[in-house]
C-alpha cells in the first residue's frame, strides 16, 4: 500500500454533477462509497473541499460583494458540502467527524493537528470545512495547511481529468499530459491546478500531490494500491 494516511482534497464542483448547481446526490454516493472502499482497506483520510457549486468568493466580488465578506460566504458553502459528505459517509457506516476553520456550534470543532490525527487513528474520516477560517485563502491552501497538521503523506486531489496537463484538455484537445513534475515546474509554469501558496507549502514540507480524476470510480483505490494514474507533483 502505497499511503496509509492521505487528504483528500475535492472541488465543490465536482459535486454538482451535470446540473450545474448545487450537490449531485447520485455523485454524492459514489466518492462516498469510493472513499468507504479505502477506509476499509485501512487508509486513514482526512477530506478537505471546496464551495464553489454554492458560492465563490472571488465570484462574488466581481458582482460587488465585499471581499471579505464573499471569502466568509465561500467558507460557509464549503461547510454545507461537509455536511454533505459526512452524511453520505455515514450512510455508509463510516465514522467521521466533522471539524471548521470558522467556529460554528454545535455539529463542528475547531481543528487541530493533535485532534485530527487522534480521529484518524480511531478509525474515523476526518472532514474539514470552513477553509483556513480565514479570508484571502483558498481551500487548496487550507487543504496542503491541513495535510500538512495531520501528516498526511500526501494529498490527494480529485478533479474532472484525469492529471495536470500543458493547458485544459476540456478546452484543448492538443494539451498533453504530464505523469510527474516537480513543484519548481508546476509553479513556473503557473498550471491551474494548485495555487501558489498551496504548492510552497507542499514543498516546503515535501508533501505530494497526486492530481486525478475523482469522476472515474476506483480511481481512488488504485492510487492506494500504487497503480500509475494521475500525475504526481513532488
Do not use: W
Not at 501528516?151 to 510527474?180: C, F, H, M, Q, W
Not at 480524476?213 to 513532488?234: A, F, H
Amino acid at each position: 500500500m502505497k499511503f496509509k494516511r492521505v487528504l483528500l482534497k475535492l472541488s465543490g464542483e465536482a459535486l454538482q454533477g451535470d446540473q450545474g448547481y448545487g450537490i449531485d446526490h447520485e455523485r454524492l454516493a459514489v466518492y462516498a462509497r469510493d472513499i468507504k472502499s479505502v477506509v476499509e482497506k485501512g487508509v486513514q483520510v482526512g477530506i478537505v473541499i471546496g464551495g464553489g457549486n454554492i458560492f465563490r468568493g472571488l465570484a462574488g466580488t466581481a458582482s460587488g460583494v465585499d471581499r471579505v465578506r464573499g471569502d466568509y460566504m465561500g467558507m460557509l458553502a464549503t461547510v454545507i458540502n461537509s455536511l454533505a459528505i459526512q452524511n453520505a459517509l455515514e450512510g455508509e457506516g463510516i465514522p467521521t467527524v466533522l471539524f471548521s476553520g470558522i467556529r460554528i456550534e454545535p455539529f463542528t470543532e475547531t481543528p487541530s493537528g493533535h485532534k485530527m490525527i487522534l480521529a484518524l487513528e480511531s478509525g474515523k474520516v476526518v472532514i474539514i470545512g470552513g477553509g483556513t477560517g480565514n479570508p484571502f485563502f483558498t481551500t487548496d491552501t487550507a487543504a496542503a495547511l491541513r495535510a500538512v497538521e495531520m501528516n498526511a503523506d500526501a494529498i490527494l486531489k480529485g478533479t474532472r481529468v484525469d492529471g495536470i496537463y500543458t493547458a485544459d484538455p476540456e478546452k484543448d484537445p492538443s494539451a498533453k499530459k504530464y505523469d510527474a513534475i516537480t513543484y519548481s515546474e508546476a509553479m513556473q509554469k503557473k498550471l491551474n491546478v494548485m495555487d501558489m501558496t498551496a504548492f510552497a507549502l507542499c514543498e516546503d514540507n515535501k508533501l505530494p500531490i497526486v492530481v486525478f480524476d475523482m469522476n472515474k470510480p476506483g480511481n481512488l483505490m488504485k492510487i492506494i494500491d500504487d497503480q500509475s494514474i494521475g500525475t504526481l507533483v513532488s
